[in-house]
């Protein structure tokens, strides 16, 4: 079997490197706090990351069809509008280019250091500082250490018996292998989620034969659902002094949509029947259409959108196979039923492990307090962004901040905050920072008490948004303005501070 996954080779030699801040990752989240740092006058910082080059997401799902289902105009940073998007949802590669734009705009480049793997990160009480490790084998100590991985850079890849075995060509989505050629090929496609849906309708015309393997089927919607889709906002967006301007508009509708959500949980049931009915438009066939109605509430899982997607999974050449997944052979896959399928080759659609926060990293702080003991019962932080007893330490994309909105706006409210955090270390003439276990727990228990009245809460909704004990460790509670006003700047009455 070949699985595509990028790995970094271990090197023996080791080198002690001072650097007076510390950042790992370099995708948006890397790139917001750079520039927000080189802003603030704090230009001596140093990014580790783990691949060749920037990017982050959007540099490791190349998949045929791979585009961001947020408005570019509003998945992108809003003190660089000038970029003129050739369309509402704008392609992977032009939203690398718009990245690599932005790198190079900045001048983020020069403080990166590439195929750099962080694997381990210890606090040292009596310095105050951070020793953290490398595969390269070199040794980075630093007083300030900020965490920007994201939540969808590890593959998932099913543990389905005999996956080991398979004999011919297999890949995550994430991981797409370009030079090998699906014309004419027999492909099993397992999963169902945001990257099928967008891969699958440029593979099924050019294979022989699509098997998609689904768990459970999804609320899949056009894409004008989603603001910023309205001719006035396609007007803004062409007008240069007025593309902020669109690009408030997108975030109001997004705010406004998660008021009907928090006030109106009953809107939903006006959207499964506009799901239902547009099912029964798009797919004649009363079989497959049970096949593709979820049995789970709208709003469990992370809402899909596509154009094309029932009419690829119409095809005459597509089925969708709902039973489950026995166990994986050298030539093909075999179902409950007891049906075999023979396939060339078996694409990977199964997503991340977005709960798996900060990992393969291990992390020790205070007393030796291991960050994974921590989180044995789900990932917390204040605000997302610092963890009781982990002095000095902050992360962008952390825990219950994945915003129904744009992730953009949410990394630039955290490395605004950041930045503020380690002003207020030299303000104060403090040596480290540590959130109170009081503030964090208080936080933490508001945010899941308001998460726990949401859809995704449900014993029904099975998502990844939640860890297998059913806490909600991904989603922000509230509103994005909420989160803006929360991350404005550093209340000190929220830390301990040590000189």
């Known amino acids: 079997m070949n699985v595509h996954v990028q790995e970094t080779p271990v090197t023996s030699a080791t080198r002690n490197i001072q650097v007076p801040i510390l950042i790992i990752g370099c995708g948006f989240g890397g790139i917001a706090t750079a520039i927000a740092l080189t802003r603030a006058g704090m230009g ?35 003190f660089e509008q000038s970029y003129k998007w050739s369309g509402p949802f704008a392609g992977r590669d032009e939203i690398w280019d718009y990245t690599l734009g932005i790198v190079e705009k900045y001048g983020v480049r020069r403080h990166v250091t590439f195929n750099t793997e962080v694997t381990s990160a210890v606090f040292d009480e009596p310095t105050g500082r951070w020793t953290v490790e490398t595969t390269k084998g070199d040794r980075y100590i630093t007083p300030i250490l900020i965490s920007a991985v994201g939540l969808f850079n590890r593959p998932n890849l099913p543990n389905i018996p005999g996956r080991e075995n398979f004999k011919g060509e297999s890949f995550h989505s994430s991981r797409w292998n370009h030079d090998y050629k699906l014309e004419g090929k027999t492909v099993a496609v397992i999963g169902n989620g945001a990257s099928c849906v967008q891969f699958l309708p440029k593979i099924a015309p050019k294979v022989g034969k699509l098997h998609l393997f689904q768990r459970s089927p999804q609320y899949v919607m056009p894409k004008a659902i989603f603001p910023g889709n309205a001719p006035i906002d396609l007007w803004l967006g062409e007008k240069r002094g007025l593309r902020w301007l669109a690009r408030l508009r997108v975030f109001l509708q997004f705010e406004r949509f998660i008021f009907r959500r928090l006030w109106n949980p009953g809107a939903r049931l006006l959207g499964e029947a506009a799901f239902r009915k547009l099912l029964a438009d798009k797919v004649k066939d009363p079989v497959l259409r049970e096949k593709l109605t979820p049995q789970y509430p709208m709003g469990c ?131 480290t920072m540590n959130v109170r276990p009081d503030v964090q727990s208080a936080f933490n228990t508001k945010s899941q008490e308001r998460l726990s009245k949401t859809v995704a809460a449900r014993a029904d909704c099975n998502t990844y948004f939640k860890t297998v004990e059913g806490r909600i460790t991904t989603n ?16 000190p009455r929220d830390y301990d501070f040590a000189e």
Not at 324 to 343: C, F, M, W
Request: charged letters at 25%; one cysteine or more; hydrophobic letters at 40%.
């Open 476 to 491: 922000w509670a509230g509103f994005a303005t909420e989160y803006r006003w929360l991350t404005q700047r550093v209340r």
């Open 301 to 431: 899982k992370r809402q899909l959108v596509s154009n094309e997607w029932y009419e690829a999974v119409t095809r005459p050449n597509v089925e969708v196979v709902d039973a489950p997944i026995a166990r994986i052979l050298p030539d093909g896959i075999e179902t409950h039923d007891g049906q075999v399928r023979k396939v060339d080759a078996i694409i990977y659609g199964t997503g991340f492990t977005p709960t798996d926060f900060l990992q393969p990293m291990r992390m020790k702080g205070l007393g030796g307090k291991d960050l994974n003991d921590a989180w044995r019962h789900g990932a917390e932080a204040y605000l997302g962004i610092t963890v009781t007893g982990f002095p000095n330490f902050f992360m962008l994309y952390g825990p219950n901040t994945n915003a129904p909105s744009s992730i953009i706006f949410m990394l630039e409210c955290q490395a605004r905050y950041i930045v503020d955090a380690i002003r207020t270390l030299a303000l104060r003439k403090a040596r």
């Open 44 to 78: 001596e910082f140093t990014i580790l990351e783990r691949a060749a080059d920037v990017g982050g997401v959007w540099r490791d799902n190349s998949y045929p069809g791979a585009a961001c289902d947020v408005v570019s105009r509003f998945y992108s940073f809003s």
